[in-house]
């Protein structure tokens, strides 16, 4: 607890931190001040020392201290200085008897005094004259680390220290270590290993015993279900064994390691408190008590008669437990024999007769030392009490019910804030037998009954209430129990209350018939009972209301816990720990009848015990002997509350010797002091006996002196001392700190005493729920949890400022200022949670129930209201009581104002305090203007006409303005109708009905605020102050009585509508988060509407953007039957890229479509994947298939059975496309008409079969040519597809033919009659005349694929090819690259880095004026290069699509060498059509084979440096092929060069092998047989660098490099650089013939010829044939009669050469 000093009043020091000390309480005490040069942070006092804490960290002790060497006396008037220390700084100081102790802000520990018992922690001396470090030391972590320490306490013989993990270790003599061990002293700190992994918050010492507060585990830990085995030695907790009549269960197991009882009975019977004491065990490290506590531990038996306990005759509303007179009957026993344990507290079984009289024997102890009372006559007398206390009870209520006794004042409070811990409840001690009988069988048992519970029926399970405290909790535990599975507690405790709890509650008649009756023993635990039986067996839905709050995240750092626990250890043989018994404990027990008092601090005198709670009471309890406990109750070994008067809120505590110190608020500005205890007589020569006979307080006295003292912040005791700190009042500071502390902590009593006092004895009410109706009641429930939520905060906080009134001068860390958010949400939550519950008559409806618990006066809800005003109906004292909060807001904002003015006004902390104070009034003024928002609109639902009330009155609904006087009315409507406007902070409603019947609307109309529009009409041309009203569906005009209305009509609407989309909803815009109200609202806004008008989008709803009544931007519409549309809206319309969802209830699955769309329509190019398996990508136009696209069909893309590639009109296939159908193996490629083929066509099939001709309604019809693989052809008419039907002609593949007339299947057998023809050698002019040409009946390449090229032509804004403006073409191309860059930066994964730079560099469109030059036309080069490259430029996407329709054609069956002519014109004319489009986008291109403007000088044919590599040919010439072919070539050659080589294939086999033979032989030898010239022989070559002779044998060596070059030509791709390679093959030769002839030397052809020959046959070029076709019919006309036209000529003569050379 480290101290933060601060900051605000330097000066002031010596009015701060004063310590004043005195004894006793009589009028005549006078304090003495102890002078110190510095304010006391902290004192502490030992036996009969003290040592305080002052400011810099320094200590002084003082009193007696024999430990000093030095001292000449060893009483010591003046403080002294521990010299020792002051290297240190010591943040915490504590004092034992005769030892103390400090902590250091490095988390240090330092002991010195007595150190007989090893209370200092130090080996070997058994006096420590000063502070020495003692080192705590953790030995389960390796290596050992040293714990950091918070604080110590010091008891007689004992030391406790708090480490900053929230753990207690310990060392000393006694069992009040809590330690494991029986060897004393422990002189090294150990662990006190029970509180292991609890959260511990403080910690105190007593003489012999120990105190600690521990945060609650059930804030920690979710719960398990109950054990059945002990946590420790594992043996079973209970055993159950069968007799013949009755069954016995014991629970005779004694854990060796702890004991823990257990006094619910004698408490509640004695004192009354309203606290059922939770019992058992709290988690595996702790004691484990028996399996029923509340069972003497003696071993007795119980006996009860079956047959009695539930009679026939129990009426089924009331279960009797009837006391039996004989006991002849079956009997179940219970023997609880716990060998070693003494009664706990004289708790005894009582075998109930008629009379209830007690037998003695049961209470006999068995061996215990330490007993309660002194001698048997008092145990007699107390039993004595309790029987007739009970019976009294018993037969003055219902003649059969059990009730518990309830004696104590104070209420059972089940506002807990776990939603875990049951509430607290008084137990019968009449009925804690049967009770404890039941809990001990239930487990057992369970199982079986479980089955039978099944069957009962709501009435005779839940009809049985004893009138107990909080009996509402256990129809509510049920009711909860599905929420709660898995969330258990780890505490046995809490889990045997409410077995206790239940059985007392649930009695179950009649389940055994033959004449017998079981006692049936429930068991609650979740799991045995089924959640479905649990919800059927609850009373009518809305009864439960849980009274507990989610929970404030209780990990909120700045906060304190209130769920806490307090545990106990050490000796107890004055009562002091609490457990109502004397016996010792050796480990720490937690004191069961705290839990849930929201404990914050413990204190400990020698023999007594303190607790003081968050509502600043006190509870007491140990040695009173001299009246410290503050009151007389007894036991004495429980906790009681200490008797102050009303209005008196403790919230300090100190303990002495014999007296206790309290430091209260009362009713004056400055805390009191009480003091309770033994009277100190100020006489020197008093002796010892007078001193233990003196005079003593019954209560708490109040000491008159505190006055003068000034403002105390804290107090402690020791010995026979008291002291206290206080504070002078500087600049108001601290009277202002005082008194917002003191106000909170009012506050906290005020809204605790509202839940105990109002809403718990409310809630008890049995007829609550049905009179208040389901929907109040939820509305009450969720008011009661923001209550409790509210309720939690507060004590939070006043327990807050309570440790802050101790430790600081300063406002830093002051929760409500840090945190201001938590409490204004809070409060803004609870104020809605009001109104809702008001706006719904919710507290018209709570009068009744009020007037039956309270009676008719309500006076409890009178007084708790602080009402002013006489006579107010109950109806608006209700109200008026539960927006109390709101005027606590008022008081945040006072008091941190009077903190601001103890501030200069520039300082940070005053600013602070002021946006504070302001946050909080802004909050309290708003949530008034809420409250009078609630109130009226209540007003309006009572005074409202009609049904509709019903329909439209909602608890979050409030009215803002209605015009029932006339003020808005409809434009235009009839004479008769009557129109009446509301509106709501979420809707406009508006309500219609005729004349005659005013109060009758018969229609009304809700519209939704986030989706309403409003603009003034100007009244310029009307006169009229209209509004017009757009919703989605609706438009119309409100017309107003007054240009004053009009204004306010608009700015209501325009308000609420703000806020509704703001999604503040009725809360409004709290002040504090600064958002500043707009004048209008967006005309532009995101929000969801349904439709109930629009035809197409009836009952969908849709949730996106709007603009003006019309859904706008991204989107999602939703219909009822499944559809779904996500994407782009313009208008109202899907426009845009969209995705849309319809299913196919059938199929059990969707169709899909995403692409783009127009006015509502799939328009535009997208995919669409069918239900079927079938997937089309293409061009859609008005929802169908309409221009390019391919559509696959089958389940699996890669193995669809058929393909569709080409042009679509109105959902049909209709002009050019290709159909693989590939289960048949046939390719068509040809014209469509409405799904079917017609026109010119051509099929190829997997086998070689080759048809090209007409088709008809989708047969092959008409003339046509079929091929086969070995060249059988026929020429002539066809019916069907493959069959002959007519003329025709049969072409065999040796030149026989056959004229006639045919008709059959191809392929079986044809049946003909015509002449047969074989033609001989000669008739070589007629076999040229058959010479068949393929290629007339098929689709010309210009008809083909003209849907794509109009696409293009429309992206670029063209309705038809070349008619069009060309800016707008531009214009075009940068709007889609831009939208296309756009989305990139949204989702930048999408496109690669390359990909994204050539979007930009497209961003730059090439400018020139005047004509092309070469400079010009590279650069448009350049760009179409870039342009091709992505499918994002209009350009780049045509050609992706031809590439895909290319390789579509031609891959696969495709790959049929008839077809290569085809192919080749596809591309020609792809090349001119492509061209037409470049020459659009660049008019002053020149066309096809014109000449470029001013040819630069050096481009000329001779010089062959100048050439660019990718135009070859002069570059003045502009030609198709030279500008596209480099960009679409390379993406067509592998289909292409295939059918190329499978039309070459023999010619070039015959070459390879000629290639093959002749490459065996070397070098000179080929030259030889070649004859190439002696003079061009190479004499040497270089190889590796070196020069070598070139001799017979030297293979593949000469023209090497040239050899070299022309290998490249299988890696280019279009015909100019394959040209290239081959010129530069010549370039090669012709440097190594001159480095040999080292002259100017010409080439005649029949030099040059042999030689290049030689280069060709070492090139190895395996398809040379295939490339030199390919050159031929793909290269530009303007270089064929040029250098390159000559130089491919020879090459080409070479390959033929080659086929034909003979070797000889």
């Given at each position: ?1005 809700i519209f939704p605020l986030a989706t309403l529009w409003v603009e003034p009409i100007s009244e310029e041309n009307t006169g009229l102050y209209c509004l017009k009203v757009t919703s989605p569906e609706e438009t119309f005009t409100l017309l107003a009585s007054s240009p004053a209305e009009k204004a306010k009509w ?156 080409g042009q679509w009109q109105y959902d049909k296939k209709s002009g050019y496309g290709v159909f693989d159908d590939i289960t048949r193996g046939e390719k068509y490629m040809g014209m469509w008409l409405d799904d079917q083929r017609q026109g010119n066509g051509v099929v190829v099939t997997q086998f070689g079969l ?455």
């Open positions: 607890m480290e101290m933060q000093i601060s900051s605000g009043e330097e000066d002031g020091s010596g009015e701060r931190g004063l310590l004043h000390t005195w004894r006793g309480y009589s009028y005549s005490t006078t304090p003495e001040r102890v002078l110190l040069s510095r304010p006391v942070l902290q004192a502490a006092l030992g036996a009969r020392h003290g040592v305080l804490l002052v400011e810099g960290g320094q200590v002084y002790s003082f009193g007696e201290l024999p430990w000093k060497q030095n001292q000449t006396s060893s009483v010591v008037t003046e403080p002294v200085l521990e010299a020792v220390l002051s290297e240190q700084h010591v943040v915490f100081v504590a004092a034992g008897s005769a030892h103390s102790g400090v902590v250091t802000e490095d988390g240090g520990v330092h002991m010195w005094g007595e150190n007989a018992h090893g209370q200092c922690g130090l080996l070997g001396l058994s006096v420590i004259p000063n502070p020495t470090p003692v080192g705590v030391l953790d030995s389960e972590s390796t290596p050992p680390q040293t714990v950091k320490i918070l604080e110590v306490a010091c008891g007689d013989q004992h030391t406790l220290a708090l480490s900053a993990k929230h753990e207690v270790w310990a060392w000393g003599s006694g069992c009040q270590l809590g330690l494991n061990t029986s060897t004393f002293p422990v002189w090294k700190p150990q662990k006190v290993e029970p509180l292991a992994g609890r959260h511990v918050l403080q910690v105190a010492c007593g003489a012999a015993h120990s105190l600690a507060v521990v945060r609650s585990s059930e804030a920690l830990v979710p719960r398990k279900p109950p054990q059945d085995k002990c946590g420790q030695c594992h043996q079973l907790l209970y055993t159950m064994t069968d007799k013949e009549d009755h069954v016995i269960i014991s629970d005779g197991h004694h854990c060796p390691l702890g004991v823990e009882l257990d006094c619910s009975e004698t408490k509640s019977a004695l004192e009354g408190s309203p606290e059922q004491v939770k019992q058992g065990k709290s988690s595996p490290s702790e004691p484990v008590p028996s399996v029923s506590t509340q069972i003497p531990r003696s071993p007795t038996s119980i006996t009860i008669p079956e047959s009695t306990l539930l009679s026939d005759s129990t009426p089924a509303s009331e279960p009797q437990i009837q006391v039996p007179a004989s006991s002849q009957e079956p009997t179940i026993e219970v023997s609880t024999e716990h060998e070693t344990s003494p009664v706990a507290n004289g708790e005894v079984c009582v075998e109930a007769s008629e009379s209830c009289t007690l037998e003695p024997d049961g209470c006999r102890a068995t061996g215990g030392k330490y007993s309660p009372f002194p001698d048997e006559q008092a145990v007699k007398a107390y039993l004595k009490r309790l029987s007739d206390h009970a019976l009294a009870e018993h037969v003055a209520k219902a003649p059969s019910t059990l009730h518990s006794a309830q004696l104590s004042s104070d209420p059972a409070d089940p506002f807990t804030s776990d939603p875990l811990i049951p509430v607290a409840q008084s137990v019968t001690p009449m009925g804690s037998a049967l009770n404890n009988l039941v809990v001990s069988c239930a487990s057992a048992v369970g199982e079986r009954v479980v089955s039978t519970y099944e069957a009962l029926s709501l009435r005779k399970v839940i009809g049985y209430w004893a009138p107990g405290e909080g009996r509402e909790r256990v129809e509510e535990r049920l009711r909860l129990e599905e929420p709660m599975q898995g969330k258990k507690s780890s505490s046995l405790g809490d889990i045997r209350e409410e077995e206790a709890e239940l059985s007392r509650r649930l009695s179950l008649p009649g389940l055994l018939s033959q004449g017998t009756h079981a006692l049936l023993l429930l068991h609650p635990v979740y799991r045995l009972l089924s959640p479905r039986l649990l919800r059927r067996t609850s009373r009518p839905r809305a009864r439960a209301i849980p009274l507990t709050p989610g929970g404030i995240p209780e990990a909120d750092a700045h906060l304190p816990s209130l769920q806490t626990e307090v545990w106990s250890w050490g000796r107890g043989q004055e009562g002091q720990l609490g457990h109502g018994d004397l016996l010792p404990r050796l480990q720490p027990v937690c004191v069961k009848s705290l839990n849930g008092k929201e404990v914050l601090r413990v204190a400990a005198g020698a023999h007594h015990s303190l607790a003081l709670t968050a509502q600043s009471q006190v509870f007491s309890w140990g040695c009173n002997t001299s009246g410290q406990l503050g009151h007389m109750e007894l036991p004495t070994s429980f906790p009681h509350l200490a008797k102050l008067s009303d209005g008196i809120r403790v919230w300090d505590i100190g303990a002495g010797q014999q007296h206790t110190l309290l430091l209260a608020d009362g009713d004056c500005m400055q805390p009191i002091l009480y003091y309770s205890g033994q009277q100190v007589k100020e006489v020197a020569e008093q002796t010892e006996e007078e001193e233990q006979t003196g005079e003593y307080t019954q209560q708490p006295v109040l000491l008159p002196f505190c006055m003068n003292l000034g403002y105390v912040s804290s107090v402690c005791a020791g010995g026979q001392t008291c002291a206290a700190l206080t504070d002078r009042n500087v600049m108001g500071f601290i009277a202002s700190l005082h008194e917002l502390a003191a106000a909170e902590r009012k506050y906290y009593c005020k809204l605790s005493n509202i839940k105990s006092l109002l809403l718990q004895p409310l809630l008890k009410l049995d007829s609550l729920s049905s009179g208040l109706g389901q929907s109040t009641a939820g509305l009450l429930q969720n008011m009661i949890g923001r209550l409790s939520r509210l309720s939690q905060l507060t004590g939070q906080n006043s327990a807050s400022l309570t440790s802050f009134l101790r430790r600081s001068r300063d406002i830093r860390g002051l929760v409500i200022l840090d945190d201001a958010h938590l409490f204004l949400d809070t409060y803004s939550e609870y104020c809605s949670a009001v109104g809702d519950l008001l706006v719904m008559g919710g507290f018209q409806a709570l009068v009744k129930p009020c007037h039956d618990v309270f009676g008719k006066g309500a006076e409890v809800v009178q007084r708790l209201s602080e009402c002013s005003e006489e006579g107010l109906p109950l109806a608006d004292v209700l109200p008026h009581l539960f927006y109390l909060p709101i005027k606590h807001l008022h008081e945040y904002g006072r008091l941190l104002l009077k903190l601001a003015t103890c501030y200069e006004v520039s300082s940070v902390d005053y600013q602070k305090l002021q946006d504070a104070c302001s946050k909080y009034e802004s909050m309290a003024l708003h949530l008034k203007k809420r409250r009078k928002e609630a109130e009226c609109t209540l007003h309006f639902w009572k005074s409202f006409p009609g049904k509709m009330t019903d329909s439209l009155r909602k608890p979050s609904r409030r009215l803002i303005c209605e015009s029932s006087n006339k003020a808005m009315t409809l434009q235009n409507a009839g004479r008769f109708s009557v129109n009446w406007f509301m509106l709501f902070n979420d809707a406009l409603v508006h309500a219609q009905g005729m004349v005659p019947y005013k109060s009758l609307f018969s229609t009304h109309h608009f700015r209501s609407i325009n308000q609420a509508v703000e806020q509704a989309l703001s999604g503040l909803g009725h809360d409004g815009i709290p002040p504090s988060t600064g958002v500043a109200q707009r004048a209008d609202p967006p005309i532009s806004r995101t929000a969801s509407y349904t439709f109930y008008k629009d035809s197409r989008l009836k009952e969908a709803t849709y949730e996106g953007r709007w603009v003006s009544g019309k859904p706008h931007g991204r989107g999602v519409v939703k219909w009822l039957d499944g559809r779904m549309y996500t994407g782009a809206f313009k208008n109202g319309l899907e426009d845009g890229f969209g995705d849309y969802v319809v299913p196919n209830k059938n199929l059990n699955s969707c169709d899909h479509y995403q692409g783009q769309w127009k006015d509502g329509k799939m328009h535009g190019f997208g995919t669409f994947r069918y239900t079927s398996g079938e997937v089309y990508e293409g061009s859609f136009q008005d929802n169908m298939r309409h221009g390019h696209g391919m559509l696959r069909s089958g389940k699996l893309n890669s193995t669809s059975p058929s393909v569709f590639i080759y048809y090209e001709g007409a088709f008809s309604n989708n047969k092959m019809m008409g003339t046509g040519v079929l091929l086969s693989e070995d060249d059988t052809t026929f020429e002539g008419e066809f019916s069907e597809d493959w069959t002959l039907n007519g003329k025709g002609m049969l072409t065999m593949p040796n030149g026989d033919y056959i004229e006639g007339s045919f008709s059959g299947v191809w392929g079986t057998g044809l049946k003909m009659s015509g002449s047969y023809y074989k033609p001989s050698l000669y008739d070589s002019d007629k076999e040229k005349a058959h010479a068949l040409k393929l290629g007339r009946l098929a689709v010309h390449s210009e008809e083909k694929w003209k849907a794509v090229f109009v696409e293009c032509w429309n992206r670029l804004g063209c309705d038809c090819p070349g008619q069009g403006q060309t800016t707008t073409a531009w214009d075009n191309i940068a709007v889609e690259l831009t939208a296309n860059l756009r989305q990139q930066r949204d989702s930048p994964e999408l496109l690669s880095r390359s990909h994204h730079k050539t979007l930009e560099s497209l961003e730059c469109i090439p400018h020139h004026v005047g004509p092309v030059t070469l400079e010009v036309y590279h650069t448009i080069r350049r760009y179409l290069v870039k342009a091709c490259d992505t499918p994002l430029h209009p350009l780049g996407r045509l050609v992706e699509t031809l590439v895909s329709v290319y390789r579509m054609t031609y891959v696969g069956v495709g790959a049929n060498r008839r077809l290569l002519p085809q192919a080749v014109n596809e591309i020609k004319s792809y090349l001119s059509r492509i061209f037409q489009l470049v020459r659009f986008l660049f008019p002053d291109l020149p066309e096809e084979g014109g000449s470029l403007a001013d040819p630069p000088k050096e481009t000329g044919i001779s010089d062959p440096a100048g050439k660019q590599l990718e135009s070859p040919k002069p570059g003045c010439v502009v030609s198709s092929s030279a500008l596209l072919l480099p960009v679409l070539l390379p993406r067509l050659y592998p289909p292409l060069f295939t059918l190329y080589a499978l039309e070459k294939e023999k010619e070039d086999d015959v070459y390879w092998e000629c290639v093959l033979r002749l490459n065996k032989q070397p070098d000179l030898a080929l030259l030889a047989f070649l004859g190439v010239q002696q003079k061009f022989w190479p004499v040497t070559v270089t190889v590796h660098g070196e020069k070598q002779q070139v001799l017979s044998s030297t293979k593949d060596a000469c023209f090497a490099s040239a050899v070299e070059t022309l290998q490249q030509i299988s890696t280019t791709f279009t015909p100019s650089d394959k040209l290239q390679v081959i010129q530069l093959t010549f370039e090669e030769i012709t440097q190594q013939v001159l480095t040999l002839l080292k002259q100017d030397f010409l080439w005649s052809m029949d030099d040059l010829f042999p030689v290049f020959l030689f280069v060709v046959l070492r090139a190895r070029i395996r398809n040379l044939g295939s490339e030199v076709s390919l050159i031929e019919d793909l290269m530009d006309p303007c270089v064929q009669h040029g250098e390159h036209g000559i130089m491919f000529t020879t090459l080409k003569a070479c390959y033929y050469q080659i086929q034909h050379e003979k070797v000889t």
